[in-house]
Every structure is written in structure tokens, then in C-alpha cells.
């Protein structure tokens, strides 16, 4: 114990350790913990240790989830998911109002226990996890009670598969199950291996509230667990991880019908611009990446600072650095407690080994790390090159690599060098710059002059390889209700066709007969140097070409340098949409009498000069929000468009099957390359007249007619493809689900429809992504 005189000479804090007493009794008590199955705790099996990361001690023992138990857990879920669902959204509401308050008065419990069973500090666990998991199901229950008149003719998807990871155990967990049960559904819960605990008191207070059984069931165990849970027969899956994990789920449930949700790694920069408040932004860095131990998803754990404050600004946070305390979670004057597991431990060492043997220096206090437990100093790797491992792959840990840039143009370069988009913090006081940063960063998130915010009332997730969905908010509430969809119409199967070789051009003829493909607002012969013959019923039409791989490629890239159509205002974008509709319209009788030859409904050519007029209305109308998130912060959800999406049109209705998926992507603002129709393309290329004279920028849609599904495959392949929509066979379906894992690309499959009713807001909004912005205001 120092004297009073010591501690006025060192001004250090005294220990103010929170006792565990309580929690440790609690754990006495139950020893091995089974799972959680339709209301009741199975008897425990064989499983494995939960440590306290502080010290390495046992904390408890759980039970390995076998493929059995989680059939068990399912089944449970699928019974009692039509009661759960039948129930009024007011009766939901008052289960998860009751979680809420049973939460609220077992939030210390909760604190310790998270604490001790992911080593994170108890002011993190006290002042940030445990009560924003309950403002999640306060949230919740509010959404539960108005979800029939906020998303009329929705329903439940029936039961959910949900797996999280170790960062936010029982934040995830609530940030998971609330709006799954708002929505009317029942759960599967999968824990983290490293901290199942706090999911298990959960479902002690879901028993304790009389929650229905088979509501929510938690079954415990490692990766093998969630790959079943994964492989059950469950409705959605929703997952929170690594990018590597969320890959493998993605090609587990292509073809499965399965609804997805992904929330994955990042890699986020934390951008500081000359006019910032640096010891705001340097505080800014103490939450962004040294909090958790910098096991956040959202870390901001690439700082980029403006070289003309770099120097400045470093020595501010390598002071800052020096002061950070390490060491028993427990003890509430710690600012980093413990690493979660000694592999992910290692995990750190090794990239940050790498950084520097690839010519980072480590800056890193002589902090007296505790003998026991996993614990990692707070880092920075300044000097990491771009290319740099510790610049590229997420560390998970209390380090951030420190790089500096000139212009705001280069701070947007290489805020996007980066496979994932996850989040990005924006430090400037001059609004205009801030706002146009976030505007260009690739993030499904943006803080600016703020880092690591979190509301249940906001949308969180990620864009490009950070996954896909929303949780939290309106959005949220959507990814776990289905959207009303038409009924599916049968489609006949695509002629086979034969490759022939396609006409040369005659030197001397004033019209070029020869089939066109339209890439980049030209017409360009196919690089097969190939054509196939389009016959209805025997009868000759004409000839199509026959794209390939290169021609998907060459359209991909036309469809990148059209990126100004993004950025047009939506009422721009509603002039060329009139103009095409007007256009389209002068020659509706041409294109109703080419349908008729073809064997198609000719109506389609009036139904197509309509959807135009409708999607150039819609142009500027899909307002984004301003959420109700927390005080003096304007949290404002803006719709983004995906960049360039491919489009694998119907082949039942060709043109209008096409102008109903074409016209509201590029609506929005994306490029689009369109596949149309294999047995009638025609109807689609001979649309190159109508963009060419509508002012249509080139680029901005892109035709390559040839094998569907095969160009389909390319598209979805394509890692500069964000997006990708596919009608067709089950087939089809599941190879276009599957081959998109490789960039982890949002993908919309659907069978064939009625293409006359096949218009409305579903597809603006699946045009779209949300990027949620955060603006502080006053102090
Ligand atoms: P992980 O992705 O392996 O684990 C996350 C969850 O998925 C755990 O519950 C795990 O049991 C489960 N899981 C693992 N393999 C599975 C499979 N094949 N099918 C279904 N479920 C499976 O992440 P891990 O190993 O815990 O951490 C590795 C790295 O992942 C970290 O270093 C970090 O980079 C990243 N990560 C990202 C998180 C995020 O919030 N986005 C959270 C945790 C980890």
C-alpha cells in the first residue's frame, strides 16, 4: 500500500479492482455448462475449458455442440417458431422489454463476466457492452411493437442460425437475437468458443422471463458447431467474423435459399487532415484501435495523417501512448486489459513481426506487461508502406500502422487500397472537406471528428469484402424479415445454340449489319469473332454475338471509367431516364412488332417506355434518413450506389424483363453490365440506338449477349463486379451465390416472375447500399 505522500510525488492511481465474488460463485454453482435447448439446459458433454485471459485460469467448462445438438436446437426453433410468429407484435414486445429490464438489473453481473471471460477491460464491459445491449432490445421491443404497421406484408424468415465471434460476446449476441425475435423469429445462437459465458447467462434470463420454449437456443462449440449450424435446416444464416469464415458460409449456403447476413474483418482508416483537433483525433486513436485491445472489427487501425501535421501529431500520441495502462481487466483505472486467447496472441506477434521485417518501426511503451495472462502492449508501426502485411491484413490487436499523405486526394486512395470496407474515421474541422471524404471512402460506416460509435438506432456493417447487410435500425430490422415476393412464373429453358462465325464487316456497305456488342457506349464485335443464330420455332431472326470472358472484362472496365454517373445528382439522372423513355416510346411500335415476330407479348414494348418514365421518377426519391442515435450527433443514412453491378437478364421476357432490372440500377447510379436474354438478345442490343440518343454516358450500360450463364459466371467471379443479380434456374442460382464468395459481392438470385407487376421500391433499395455518417456537433 503506497503512503499518501508516495501517491501526491507519482499522482498514480491506486488499484480499484471490481470484485468477481459474485460471478465466481455463480460459476461454482453450475460448473460444466450444457446447451440451451427448447428452455432447459442439456445435461453437459464433452467440450472443452473457457479461460479468463487475465490469468489462464478455468473459468468453466462447455459443451462441444455435436451436428446432433444443433438438429436438436433447430428442431426446437422450428417448433416453436409459428407461435413466436403468430404472437401480436405487442406480446414480443413485452419479452424483449422484459429481457431488457432483467439485462439492466443483472448489468454489473454481466460486466465482470464478460470481463473475465474475454479480458477486456470493466469500464469497456460496464460503460459500452452491457448497456448498449440492452438499449439493443429497449430498441427492439419498440421495433416488435410497430413492425406489422412499419413493414407491412413482411414476415419472419422462420428460424435464424446466428454465430458470433469473441470481440462483443453478448453485444453481438443482442445486436443478433433482438431483432431476430422483434421480426418474429426463433434462433440458434452459436457463441465464441473463447467466451461462450455471457451467451449462457442469457439464456438463463430467457428462462427466467418465461420466455416461450425454443425461442432462442444456444449451442456451444467451435468452428465445427457453426458449420452445422450452418448446414441445419434453418431459414437465415447471420454471421459475425473473419472475412476467411464468412467466405466458407457464403459457399456452404449458395443454392440453399438460405437468406445471409455478413459482418466481417476490416482494415479501416482513421484519417487526420491538418485542420483537425489533434488531441481530439490523438484521443480519437486511444478508442479506435488501443480499445478492446484493438479486437474491434472497426478499428481504425490504419492511421493516415496529412504530412503536414505528422510530426506533430505523432509525438502527441506517442506521449499518449506511453501513459496507456495495461494490465488486470478487472481493475477499473485499466485502459487495455487482456488479449482473448494466447493464439490470437500470437496471432498479433506474428503480423506485427512481419510489419516490421517488412520495414515498419515499432513504437511501443516499456510497459510492464503482467507475468501471467495474454497480454500485447499498445503499438504503432509507423513507416508501413502501403503494401506493407501489417498495412493489409488485419493485425486484431492493439496496433495501428501510422502513414502519412499529402492531398485529400491521396488520403482517399489510400483510405480505399483495401479489400474491405468496413468503417472509416474522418478527422477535420472544416465540414465540407469531411463530408466529401465520406462521401468517397469505401465504408459502410463513417465517424467523423469521432471513432467506434455504435446506436442500436443506426445501421452498422460493411461494404465490399466486410460483407453484406445491415444491423441495427430500419435496415436491420429488414435482414430478418423476408420482403414480399411476386410468385415465381416457370421459365422454358434457353435454346442450345451453335457458334458460327460471325460476318465481316462488308468493306463497302453504308450499314454495318454485322452483331454488335455494346461496351462502353460503342458497338464492338465480340472477341470470339463469333456470332449464334437467334431462330423462333425454326424460324431465322438474326444474329447475336457471342460474348465471352474478355468481353466481360473489356465491360467491366468500360463500366469503372464511367464512374461519373454515380456522382450526377439523381435529377440528372432522371433527365436521361425521361429521355430514354421518350425515345423508347417513338419506337415502341417497332420494338411491340420485333417482339411479336419473336413469339413475345408485344405489350412488353409499352410496359418498357412505362417502367422508364417510372424509374426516371423514382431517380431522386430514395431519401436516405437521419437516425435517432444518440445526443448531439447527426447519424445520417445515406443510399449509396453498389459501383458496378452485372445483370443476368430473364430469358422469358426480353425486353422487358431486361429494362426492369437494367432501369432502377442505373437509376440509383450504378453501371450496369446487363446479360440479356440468350434466346432473344436482340431486342436488348438494338437498344444501343435509344442510350446513344438519350445522352446516356458510355459505360453506364453495357450489353454482352452470348451464353448466360456461363458470362454470369465471369460477372460473378469478377472482383471489380460489387454486385450482381441473377434471374434464372436453381442452377444458376446456386452458381451465381457460390461463385461471388470470391469478393464476397451482394448477390440477388430470383426465379422467373411476372415481369409486369415487376416493378417498386425492393429494387431501388437492392440497387443500393446504406453508409451510415456520424456527425458530432457542439462541444
Ligand atoms: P472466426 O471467423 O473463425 O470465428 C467467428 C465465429 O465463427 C466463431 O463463433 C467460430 O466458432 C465460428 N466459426 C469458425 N469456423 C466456422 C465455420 N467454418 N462455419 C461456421 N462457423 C464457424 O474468427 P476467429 O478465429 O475467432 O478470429 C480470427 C480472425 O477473425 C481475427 O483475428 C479477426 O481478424 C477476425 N475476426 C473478426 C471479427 C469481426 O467482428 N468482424 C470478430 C472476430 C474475429
Known amino acids: 500500500m503506497p503512503t499518501v505522500k508516495e501517491i501526491l510525488e507519482t499522482m498514480d492511481y491506486g488499484p480499484a479492482p471490481e470484485s468477481a465474488s459474485e460471478v465466481m460463485a455463480w460459476l461454482k454453482d453450475r460448473d460444466d455448462f450444457g446447451h440451451f435447448i427448447d428452455g432447459g439446459f442439456t445435461k453437459p458433454g464433452d467440450g472443452f475449458a473457457t479461460e479468463n485471459p487475465a490469468t489462464g485460469e478455468v473459468l468453466a467448462k462447455v459443451t462441444q455442440g455435436s451436428a446432433q445438438d444443433i438438429e436438436a436446437a433447430v428442431k426446437a426453433a422450428r417448433r416453436a417458431a409459428p407461435k413466436w410468429a403468430g404472437l401480436s407484435g405487442h406480446e414480443r414486445a413485452k419479452y424483449l422489454y422484459a429481457i431488457a429490464r432483467h439485462l439492466q438489473k443483472r448489468a454489473r453481473f454481466l460486466a465482470v463476466l464478460e470481463t473475465l471471460d474475454n479480458g477486456k477491460p470493466i469500464r469497456e464491459s460496464r460503460d459500452i457492452d452491457i448497456p448498449l445491449a440492452i438499449r439493443h432490445f429497449y430498441h427492439h421491443a419498440g421495433w416488435a411493437e410497430l413492425v406489422a404497421e412499419e413493414f407491412p406484408n413482411h414476415a419472419p424468415h422462420g428460424v435464424c442460425g446466428q454465430i458470433i465471434p469473441w470481440n462483443f460476446p453478448l453485444l453481438m449476441l443482442a445486436w443478433k437475437v433482438a431483432p431476430a425475435l422483434a421480426a418474429g423469429n426463433t434462433v440458434v445462437l452459436k457463441p465464441a468458443e473463447y467466451t461462450p459465458l455471457t451467451a449462457l447467462a442469457f439464456a438463463e434470463i430467457c428462462a427466467e422471463i418465461g420466455l416461450p420454449k425454443g425461442v432462442v437456443n444456444i449451442v456451444t462449440g467451435d468452428g465445427a458447431t457453426g458449420a452445422a449450424l450452418v448446414d441445419a435446416e434453418v431459414d437465415k444464416i447471420a454471421f459475425t467474423g473473419s472475412t476467411e469464415v464468412g467466405r466458407i458460409i457464403r459457399r456452404a449456403t449458395a443454392g440453399t435459399g438460405k437468406a445471409l447476413t455478413l459482418e466481417l474483418g476490416g482494415k479501416s482508416p482513421f484519417i487526420v487532415f491538418p485542420d483537425a483537433d489533434l488531441d481530439a483525433a490523438v484521443e480519437g486513436?486511444?478508442?479506435?484501435?488501443?480499445?478492446?485491445?484493438?479486437?474491434?472489427?472497426?478499428?481504425?487501425?490504419?492511421?493516415?495523417?496529412?504530412?503536414?501535421?505528422?510530426?506533430?501529431?505523432?509525438?502527441?500520441?506517442?506521449?499518449?501512448?506511453?501513459?496507456?495502462?495495461?494490465?488486470?481487466?478487472?481493475?477499473?483505472?485499466?485502459?487495455?486489459?487482456?488479449?482473448?486467447?494466447?493464439?490470437?496472441?500470437?496471432?498479433?506477434?506474428?503480423?506485427?513481426?512481419?510489419?516490421?521485417?517488412?520495414?515498419?518501426?515499432?513504437?511501443?511503451?516499456?510497459?510492464?506487461?503482467?507475468?501471467?495472462?495474454?497480454?500485447?502492449?499498445?503499438?504503432?508501426?509507423?513507416?508501413?508502406?502501403?503494401?506493407?502485411?501489417?498495412?493489409?491484413?488485419?493485425?486484431f490487436g492493439p496496433v495501428a500502422t501510422l502513414t502519412t499523405f499529402r492531398t485529400p486526394a491521396e488520403a482517399v486512395q489510400l483510405a480505399n487500397t483495401t479489400r474491405y470496407g468496413l468503417s472509416a474515421s474522418i478527422w477535420s474541422e472544416n465540414v465540407t472537406l469531411a463530408m466529401d471524404i465520406a462521401a468517397q471512402v469505401k465504408a459502410g460506416v463513417v465517424w467523423i471528428n469521432c471513432t467506434n460509435q455504435f446506436d442500436a438506432g443506426a445501421g452498422f456493417g460493411g461494404m465490399r469484402e466486410s460483407g453484406f447487410g445491415r444491423e441495427g435500425g430500419r435496415e436491420g430490422m429488414l435482414a430478418y424479415l423476408k420482403t414480399p415476393e411476386p410468385k415465381a412464373k416457370p421459365e422454358a429453358k434457353a435454346p442450345d445454340f451453335a457458334a458460327q462465325p460471325s460476318p465481316d464487316t462488308p468493306s463497302t456497305a453504308t450499314i454495318d449489319r454485322t452483331p454488335k456488342l455494346y461496351i462502353g457506349g460503342k458497338q464492338a464485335r465480340p472477341d470470339s469473332g463469333?456470332?449464334?443464330?437467334?431462330?423462333?420455332?425454326?424460324?431465322?431472326?438474326?444474329?447475336?454475338?457471342?460474348?465471352?470472358?474478355?468481353?466481360?472484362?473489356?465491360?467491366?472496365?468500360?463500366?469503372?471509367?464511367?464512374?461519373?454517373?454515380?456522382?450526377?445528382?439523381?435529377?440528372?439522372?432522371?433527365?436521361?431516364?425521361?429521355?430514354?423513355?421518350?425515345?423508347?416510346?417513338?419506337?415502341?411500335?417497332?420494338?411491340?412488332?420485333?417482339?411479336?415476330?419473336?413469339?413475345?407479348?408485344?405489350?412488353?414494348?409499352?410496359?418498357?417506355?412505362?417502367?422508364?418514365?417510372?424509374?426516371?421518377?423514382?431517380?431522386?426519391?430514395?431519401?436516405?434518413?437521419?437516425?435517432?442515435?444518440?445526443?448531439?450527433?447527426?447519424?445520417?443514412?445515406?443510399?449509396?450506389?453498389?459501383?458496378?453491378?452485372?445483370?443476368?437478364?430473364?430469358?422469358?421476357?426480353?425486353?422487358?424483363?431486361?429494362?426492369?432490372?437494367?432501369?432502377?440500377?442505373?437509376?440509383?447510379?450504378?453501371?450496369?453490365?446487363?446479360?440479356?436474354?440468350?434466346?432473344?438478345?436482340?431486342?436488348?442490343?438494338?437498344?444501343?440506338?435509344?442510350?446513344?440518343?438519350?445522352?446516356?454516358?458510355?459505360?453506364?450500360?453495357?450489353?454482352?449477349?452470348?451464353?448466360?450463364?456461363?458470362?454470369?459466371?465471369?460477372?460473378?467471379?469478377?472482383?471489380?463486379?460489387?454486385?450482381?443479380?441473377?434471374?434464372?434456374?436453381?442452377?444458376?442460382?446456386?452458381?451465381?451465390?457460390?461463385?461471388?464468395?470470391?469478393?464476397?459481392?451482394?448477390?440477388?438470385?430470383?426465379?422467373?416472375?411476372?415481369?409486369?407487376?415487376?416493378?417498386?421500391?425492393?429494387?431501388?433499395?437492392?440497387?443500393?447500399?446504406?453508409?451510415?455518417?456520424?456527425?458530432?456537433?457542439?462541444?
Open 285 to 395: 486513436v486511444v478508442d479506435a484501435i488501443w480499445f478492446n485491445q484493438g479486437q474491434v472489427c472497426c478499428a481504425g487501425s490504419r492511421i493516415l495523417v496529412s504530412e503536414a501535421v505528422a510530426q506533430e501529431f505523432t509525438a502527441r500520441l506517442t506521449a499518449r501512448l506511453h501513459k496507456l495502462r495495461v494490465g488486470d481487466p478487472l481493475d477499473k483505472c485499466t485502459d487495455m486489459g487482456a488479449i482473448v486467447h494466447p493464439t490470437q496472441l500470437a496471432r498479433i506477434r506474428e503480423l506485427v513481426s512481419q510489419g516490421e521485417a517488412a520495414g515498419a518501426t515499432l513504437v511501443q511503451p516499456e510497459t510492464q506487461l503482467p507475468a501471467k495472462g495474454s497480454f500485447f502492449a499498445p503499438g504503432l508501426l509507423t513507416g508501413a508502406e502501403p503494401a506493407n502485411p501489417a498495412s493489409v491484413e488485419e493485425i
Open 530 to 779: 463469333q456470332s449464334y443464330t437467334i431462330a423462333v420455332k425454326g424460324r431465322e431472326l438474326g444474329l447475336a454475338p457471342l460474348g465471352s470472358r474478355k468481353d466481360i472484362r473489356n465491360a467491366v472496365e468500360a463500366a469503372h471509367k464511367a464512374g461519373g454517373w454515380g456522382k450526377q445528382t439523381g435529377h440528372n439522372r432522371a433527365q436521361v431516364l425521361y429521355y430514354i423513355a421518350e425515345n423508347l416510346a417513338a419506337r415502341a411500335g417497332e420494338f411491340a412488332a420485333r417482339l411479336k415476330e419473336a413469339g413475345h407479348d408485344p405489350k412488353e414494348a409499352e410496359a418498357t417506355v412505362q417502367r422508364a418514365f417510372y424509374y426516371a421518377a423514382w431517380a431522386d426519391k430514395l431519401d436516405g434518413a437521419v437516425k435517432s442515435t444518440q445526443s448531439a450527433k447527426v447519424t445520417v443514412a445515406m443510399n449509396e450506389p453498389w459501383g458496378v453491378m452485372g445483370i443476368a437478364c430473364p430469358d422469358a421476357a426480353p425486353l422487358l424483363g431486361f429494362a426492369s432490372l437494367v432501369l432502377p440500377a442505373i437509376a440509383m447510379g450504378n453501371r450496369v453490365i446487363a446479360v440479356p436474354a440468350q434466346s432473344m438478345p436482340l431486342m436488348a442490343t438494338d437498344l444501343y440506338q435509344v442510350f446513344d440518343t438519350s445522352d446516356l454516358p458510355g459505360g453506364v450500360v453495357n450489353i454482352v449477349t452470348g451464353p448466360r450463364d456461363e458470362l454470369a459466371k465471369t460477372l460473378a467471379q469478377h472482383d471489380d463486379v460489387a454486385a450482381m443479380w441473377y434471374c434464372g434456374g436453381p442452377e444458376g442460382r446456386a452458381m451465381v451465390e457460390a461463385e461471388s464468395a470470391g469478393n464476397l459481392k451482394a448477390t440477388w438470385v430470383m426465379e422467373n416472375r411476372d415481369w409486369a407487376q415487376a416493378q417498386g421500391r425492393a429494387f431501388l433499395t437492392r440497387a443500393t447500399q446504406i453508409k451510415t455518417i456520424w456527425v458530432p456537433y457542439g462541444e
